[in-house]
């Protein structure tokens, strides 16, 4: 009998030792886990700040050339609908969202007097100037290695090649362009020739430009994506408005950069 009394002992003492154990085991994997949360957090708070830092150098980009920064974030706007009507996943879409108003990031490193010469460019000169999107490409690169960073590198690499070919910087042809390349190129030349008549604010304005868009279809643009582009114009439209009601000041063009406007 004493000899069984011992062994329920032991068992006992070797229940009370395991739950123990156990119940250390549980604190550590919480404790790591609060760890790795904390991380987790202070990693997009930087990689949030290294956006807006990005972002802000954009603008500045933007401003040499003689505009004011919110057709950055219009063109992250008509980007997201495109690639939303084009079935991509909602990360994707809020990626390029975020990711297109750096496309143009590299011209920083163009000089003021090529930016505002009004004569045709030299070939040395217009191969400095093409050079913004391989500079663009190495600025984003070098930065945190994101989604969001490696989207814009694409972008800024890719929204200038052609979906006949004869772009650059590699001259890239159809689907062999990224997608998000072929998406900003179409979003970008919208925004740049269409605003120049008052869209949205006087839609029938833009007409040449659709039309224009249209005739590039399979040469300069992806075709299924202006399709999708001349089907969803309206939604583009109440956007853009969106956007232009909200955009009062830096701090408002860089938050509306950022996923958030209802898209249907």
Same mark, same amino acid.
């Given at each position: 009998m004493e000899e069984i009394l011992k062994l329920g002992d032991i068992v006992d003492e070797s229940a009370f030792e395991l739950k123990a154990a156990n119940l250390q085991l549980f604190r550590v994997v919480e404790d790591l886990r609060t760890v790795v949360n904390q991380r987790n957090e202070a990693k997009e708070m930087t990689a949030g700040s290294h956006f807006d830092a990005m972002y802000l150098l954009a603008l500045g980009a933007d401003f040499r050339e003689g505009r004011n920064g919110l057709r950055l974030v219009r063109i992250g706007a008509t980007a997201e609908i495109l690639a939303r009507t084009a079935g991509m996943s909602d990360d994707y879409c809020a990626r390029i969202r975020q990711a297109a108003p750096l496309y143009d990031i590299?011209?920083?490193?163009?000089? &003021?007097?090529?930016?505002?010469?009004?004569? &045709?460019?030299? &070939?040395d000169e217009w191969a400095l100037w093409r050079s913004h999107t391989e500079i663009g490409a190495r600025i984003m690169s070098s930065t945190f290695d994101t989604p969001i960073t490696k989207m814009a590198a694409e972008i800024a690499h890719s929204h200038h090649e052609n979906f006949g070919g004869k772009g650059y910087p590699t001259g890239l042809a159809g689907k062999d362009i990224p997608l998000s390349g072929r998406i900003v190129a179409l979003a970008e030349y919208f925004e740049t020739h269409a605003n120049a008549f008052g869209w949205p604010q006087t839609t029938t304005a833009a007409g040449k430009v659709l039309a224009s868009i249209h005739d590039l279809s399979g040469r300069r643009f992806d075709p299924e994506l202006v399709d999708l582009f001349l089907s969803n114009l309206s939604v583009i439209a109440e956007a853009h408005a969106e956007i232009d009601r909200k955009a009062s000041s830096f701090h408002a063009l860089v938050a509306n950069s950022r996923p958030g406007l209802p898209i249907t």
């Open positions: 590299g011209m920083v490193a163009i000089p &003021d007097a090529l930016l505002r010469k009004k004569e &045709d460019l030299s &070939d």
